[in-house]
């Protein structure tokens, strides 16, 4: 029996680490890509980061949480939610090389939910 119910990290929370760990990753890349910083963090791209971890931290789906960008709460403030957005378009494509199980996690769970809203969406038609 090799199962073992007390491992110090839950695997529910398994998704929200990897977010949490991915996401200065992704603002690393796209500050270096698009403002020109080495090695470190312009000072926008680093109130984005705490912000972004911020709100992580406070998250109400921590537990088998989905990516940010699929949750349904967006509790982001629109400034920060766009400039996120912008991230996200320009470090997701990059990610394929550099993460690629992420990456493709990423778009298959898009793709899933897109699939479960317009169930949804034809749920709702017919009653
Ligand atoms: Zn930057």
Redesign the pocket.
């Known amino acids: 029996m090799k199962e073992r119910k007390t491992n110090k990290k839950p695997k529910e929370l398994k998704a929200w680490e990897k977010e949490r760990k991915l996401i200065p990753v992704m603002?690393r890349k796209?500050?270096r890509g698009?403002?020109g910083?080495r090695g470190g963090?312009?000072e926008?791209?680093t109130a984005l980061t705490e912000y972004a971890l911020f709100r992580l931290e406070k998250c109400p789906f921590k537990v088998n949480k989905k990516f940010c960008s699929l949750c349904k709460i967006h509790c982001y403030k629109p400034d920060m939610r766009e400039k996120i957005k912008d991230v996200m378009k320009w470090s997701g494509p990059r990610m394929i090389f550099t993460h690629p199980v992420f990456a493709f996690r990423h778009v298959f769970q898009m793709i899933n939910y897109k699939r479960k809203l317009k169930k949804e969406a034809k749920a709702k038609a017919d009653v």
């Open positions: 603002i796209y500050c698009n403002h910083t963090l312009c926008e791209c």
